[in-house]
């Protein structure tokens, strides 16, 4: 709750005119309680996991001419029920898991030093704050999905999340609870490390779901915006580790690949890329068209 009773109040202990970005946020949160305003994060977590999915599901149910090349693996589609099982599934996790959590780790958040007041971080420290938190989160997140990937991890917990084969949307946040919980200690150091604005915790949570949601879309749209980002995964690189399966020791990256190329775990990746790539020049040519025929 700000500790300030009118909007001049807070304007005399800044020493200067509010913005309009603060004056707005004053009016919303003056009266709200820190708890109140962490407990944001809840209702944008069930909008971000029922909404963002749905343009590439929808795509994958209708399959509207042109938009069957765009999906990685053409061949597996999942039906309506099961999309909505899908979709149930993760619900149940995200009111029985996901929603406790945010609400008992409050305290938590408080004690690393997440503020609520004014002034308001500018552009830049929030930029610069994401772009921290995604790099730790990213490095942190590579190492712990890698250990799931062991005998023992991968059978008691991370087999959930790779019972789709070919992901969807909204598969991203299907997992065991336990892996829930594992993965959650990356999206926190960063945060905990950096603390900055509420708006910033609330911003960094949104962004980093919807990637999620997007590494698992099954589609590698080209006029998806985060092409343009450097080093980026995206769908092709996350489905290729979805598609080797429990066996996969390939493509642990949560958002970036200079990891998976500095430890030597994209080979697999490449290689196929390139295979690929061989046969469509083979294709175009005219050569092996006997042999892809009958493969």
Same mark, same amino acid.
């Given at each position: 709750?700000?500790?300030?009773?009118?909007?001049?109040?807070?304007?005399?202990?800044?020493?200067?005119?509010?913005?309009?970005?603060?004056?707005?946020?004053?009016?919303?949160?003056?009266?709200?309680?820190?708890?109140?305003?962490?407990?944001?994060?809840?209702?944008?977590?069930?909008?971000?996991?029922?909404?963002?999915?749905?343009p590439t599901v929808l795509l994958q149910l209708a399959r509207p001419s042109g938009f069957d090349r765009f999906k990685i693996q053409p061949k597996v589609r999942l039906s309506s029920s099961?999309?909505?099982?899908?979709?149930?599934?993760?619900?149940?996790?995200?009111? @029985?898991?996901?929603?406790?959590?945010? %609400? *008992?780790?409050?305290?938590?958040?408080? $004690?690393?030093?997440?503020? +609520?007041?004014?002034? @308001?971080?500018?552009?830049?420290?929030? %930029? *610069?704050?994401?772009?921290?938190?995604? $790099?730790?989160?990213?490095? +942190?997140?590579?190492? @712990?999905?890698?250990?799931?990937?062991?005998?023992?991890?991968?059978?008691?917990?991370?087999?959930?999340h790779h019972e789709y084969t070919a992901p969807i949307g909204f598969a991203a946040p299907y997992a065991h609870w336990a892996e829930i919980l594992i993965l959650g200690i990356p999206s926190?150091?960063?945060?905990?490390?950096?603390?900055?604005?509420?708006?910033?915790?609330?911003?960094?949570?949104?962004?980093?779901?919807?990637?999620?949601?997007?590494?698992?879309?099954?589609?590698?749209?080209?006029?998806?915006?985060?092409?343009?980002?450097?080093?980026?995964?995206?769908a092709d690189h996350h489905d290729y580790h979805h598609y080797v399966g429990g066996l996969s020791h390939s493509n642990f990256a949560s958002v970036f690949t200079y990891c998976d190329f500095?430890?030597?775990?994209?080979?697999?990746?490449?290689?196929?890329?390139?295979?690929?790539?061989?046969?469509?020049?083979?294709?175009?040519?005219?050569?092996?068209?006997?042999?892809?025929?009958?493969?």
């Amino acid at each position: 709750m700000l500790p300030y009773r009118t909007i001049a109040d807070a304007e005399a202990a800044l020493g200067r005119s509010l913005t309009s970005a603060e004056a707005l946020w004053f009016d919303y949160s003056a009266a709200k309680s820190d708890y109140f305003l962490y407990c944001h994060n809840i209702l944008f977590l069930c909008l971000i996991f029922s909404l963002v999915p749905l343009p590439t599901v929808l795509l994958q149910l209708a399959r509207p001419s042109g938009f069957d090349r765009f999906k990685i693996q053409p061949k597996v589609r999942l039906s309506s029920s099961e999309v909505f099982k899908c979709y149930k599934d993760v619900m149940k996790m995200f009111f @029985l898991v996901v929603s406790p959590l945010q %609400l *008992a780790s409050y305290p938590t958040v408080k $004690m690393v030093g997440i503020r +609520t007041g004014l002034p @308001l971080p500018s552009f830049w420290e929030i %930029l *610069a704050q994401l772009l921290i938190y995604f $790099m730790i989160e990213d490095y +942190t997140n590579y190492w @712990l999905h890698r250990w799931l990937h062991c005998k023992w991890g991968y059978e008691k917990i991370h087999r959930v999340h790779h019972e789709y084969t070919a992901p969807i949307g909204f598969a991203a946040p299907y997992a065991h609870w336990a892996e829930i919980l594992i993965l959650g200690i990356p999206s926190f150091l960063g945060p905990a490390f950096v603390p900055g604005h509420m708006i910033t915790l609330w911003l960094w949570i949104a962004l980093r779901q919807i990637e999620a949601i997007d590494t698992h879309s099954g589609y590698d749209l080209p006029w998806s915006p985060a092409k343009y980002i450097p080093f980026y995964g995206g769908a092709d690189h996350h489905d290729y580790h979805h598609y080797v399966g429990g066996l996969s020791h390939s493509n642990f990256a949560s958002v970036f690949t200079y990891c998976d190329f500095i430890y030597g775990t994209d080979k697999g990746y490449r290689y196929q890329k390139k295979l690929l790539e061989k046969i469509k020049e083979e294709w175009r040519s005219g050569d092996s068209t006997r042999d892809l025929k009958d493969d």
